[in-house]
Structures are given as structure tokens and as C-alpha cells.
């Protein structure tokens, strides 16, 4: 199975901080790479798709980078309602795998 | 609107099975997969499997083959896991969610169930 290693496993930042999660495959996964967003007791919300496609819906702060076993999960201007954990995913090989996810804090 | 809505809270016994339903509406059913995904208290996610709702097919992750059954009614739009010989390490919210891609599984899970919490306690 593919590893995804996230990090950092947890992050605090202000209102208006620009924030950065990685995501690292154990392989080559090209761009087949999606990021969720998880809130407390919710499901998981699909937010960006294919490594940078941003989902319908989603805001623009929130964007992703990367190719091949590095990856990057940008939202540019923390806002309160992005308090979550945020997950990477891959699906270039099965079985499909996340990362540990990222908990993301309000300072 | 597309929505999955999942059966409610089960206990069970350790060694008996259980069967959440996950029921769509808002779309074709048959067109596009449906994924089942766990996450035990405080951890993370784990992909489980799809099934097909047309044809019927299904693909399980390797550390549940043989416990887990994915099945589907599509005439209720209806998705439903199967998981027997449960232990207390299979607590946890189940959640079912459907594949973004209609013509292919290509796991972009873009509408989720609202999780089944499944507690597995003697």
C-alpha cells in the first residue's frame, strides 16, 4: 500500500495567516491527489481534486500544488470557519489510502 | 440536491456481523460508485471498498476481504456493507460517499453519508 505522510500533525495560525500542509507519497502517485476538509462529528468535505482542482463550492483561499510524491495544501487566509482536520488521499493505486491528517487551530 | 442518508447507531457483540444502508437520492444511483470509508475514535480514514450500483461488482481493500460484503438495491437506491466477525478494533463511524466520476471509479469522494457509528462491546 501507498504511505501518504502529512504534516505537520497539527498547526496553530491567526485570522488571515497563510497556511501550509504537505503531503508525501511512499511512491509516484502523479497527480492523483485529493485534500478533504473534516469538522468535528461531520463527514469529510471534498475540496480540492486531481492534486489542484478546486472543487464546486469551495472557496478560493483554498488551494492545492504538486506532482508525483509531493504535494501541497495552501489556504491563503485563514478564516474561523477553516478550524478542521484537513486529510490528503491518493488514488493512484489501490487500495486508496489518507494521510494522517492535519488539525488545524485558531491562535 | 445529492444527499446519502445512513442507517443509525448499532452495538454489537463481538463476533456478530452488522449492515449499514446508505440510501441516495438526488442523482442516478446507477451512475456512480459508492465507497465505503471507517473511522475509529480519534484516527483516522480507511477505505474499505466500492461497489458498482449497476453491474454489482465490488473491490475490497485486502485486511477486510473475506469479513466485508458490499451489495446494493438499486431500485431503492440503495447501498448497504456487510461486516462480520467484528472485534472492539472495528468501532468506529462508517460512512458511505459516492465517486465524483460517472464513468469510471476513479475514488473522488464528492457527497458523503452522514457516518453510522458502529460500537463493538461485550
Known amino acids: 500500500d501507498i504511505q501518504m505522510t502529512q504534516s505537520p500533525s497539527s498547526l496553530s495560525a491567526s485570522v488571515g495567516d497563510r497556511v501550509t500542509i504537505t503531503c508525501q507519497a511512499s511512491?509516484?502517485?502523479?497527480?492523483?491527489l485529493n485534500w478533504y476538509q473534516q469538522k468535528p462529528g461531520k463527514a469529510p468535505k471534498l475540496l480540492i481534486y486531481?492534486?489542484?482542482n478546486l472543487e464546486t463550492g469551495v472557496p478560493s483561499r483554498f488551494s492545492g500544488s504538486g506532482s508525483g510524491t509531493d504535494f501541497t495544501f495552501t489556504i491563503s487566509s485563514l478564516q474561523p470557519e477553516d478550524i478542521a482536520t484537513y486529510y490528503c488521499q491518493q488514488y493512484g493505486n489501490l487500495p486508496p489510502t489518507f494521510g494522517g491528517g492535519t488539525k488545524v487551530e485558531i491562535k | 440536491q445529492v444527499q446519502l442518508v445512513q442507517s443509525g447507531t448499532e452495538v454489537k457483540k463481538p463476533g456478530a456481523s452488522v449492515k449499514v444502508s446508505c440510501r441516495a437520492s438526488g442523482y442516478t444511483f446507477s451512475d456512480y460508485y459508492i465507497h465505503w470509508v471507517r473511522q475509529a475514535p480519534g484516527q483516522g480514514l480507511e477505505w474499505m471498498g466500492w461497489?458498482?450500483?449497476?453491474?454489482?461488482?465490488?473491490n475490497y481493500a485486502q485486511r477486510f476481504q473475506g469479513r466485508v460484503v458490499l451489495t446494493r438495491d438499486t431500485p431503492i437506491s440503495t447501498a448497504y456493507m456487510d461486516l462480520s466477525r467484528l472485534t472492539s478494533d472495528d468501532t468506529a463511524v462508517y460512512f458511505c460517499?459516492?465517486?465524483?466520476?460517472?464513468?469510471?471509479?476513479?475514488?473522488?469522494?464528492?457527497?458523503w453519508g452522514q457516518g453510522t457509528l458502529v460500537t463493538v462491546s461485550s
Open positions: 486531481d492534486a489542484s
Open positions: 511512491q509516484d502517485i502523479s497527480n492523483y
Open positions: 460517499a459516492r465517486d465524483l466520476s460517472s464513468a469510471t471509479v476513479v475514488t473522488v469522494l464528492d457527497f
Open positions: 461497489v458498482n450500483p449497476n453491474s454489482g461488482g465490488t
